[in-house]
Nanobody, 124 residues
Framework: QVQLVESGGGLVQAGGSLRLSCVASGRTFSSYAMGWFRQAPGKEREFVAAISWSGGSTYYADSVKGRFTISRDNAKNTLYLQMNKLKPEDTAVYYC?????????????????WGQGTQVTVSS
């Protein structure tokens, strides 16, 4: 099982951009389907974006479609989330998650590897 470590969070003004990274340890990252989730205070963890092991398939929550882009570099064992046109409602702790699989997955219950999270705060 891979170990996941996120980075790139921070404080940004509304309309700004951030890029999150998630570095995976181990040599099996390329066999993992990956996803990004977020959890705001007092709310349940919610799906943000997912990507297949090859990067050929991606899927987004409606709330971020057209603003966020998920990508991966299997040679660097790294998953990315480019976030543009950020809104205050995007404020949350962002988690990357992974599981062995050929497709993409939108349910948190489908993933068995999780990072520790990185805080994203968008000010109005």
């Amino acid at each position: 099982q891979v170990q996941l470590v996120e980075s790139g969070g921070g404080l940004v003004q509304a309309g700004g951009s951030l890029r999150l990274s998630c570095v995976a340890s181990g040599r099996t990252f390329s066999s993992y389907a990956m996803g990004w989730f977020r959890q705001a205070p007092g709310k349940e963890r919610e799906f943000v974006a997912a990507i297949s092991w090859s990067g050929g398939s991606t899927y987004y929550a409606d709330s971020v479609k057209g603003r966020f882009t998920i990508s991966r570099d299997n040679a660097k064992n790294t998953l990315y989330l480019q976030m543009n046109k950020l809104k205050p409602e995007d404020t949350a702790v962002y988690y990357c998650a992974g599981r062995v699989g050929s497709g993409y997955y939108t349910s948190s219950h489908s993933y068995d590897a999780w990072g520790q999270g990185t805080q994203v705060t968008v000010s109005s």
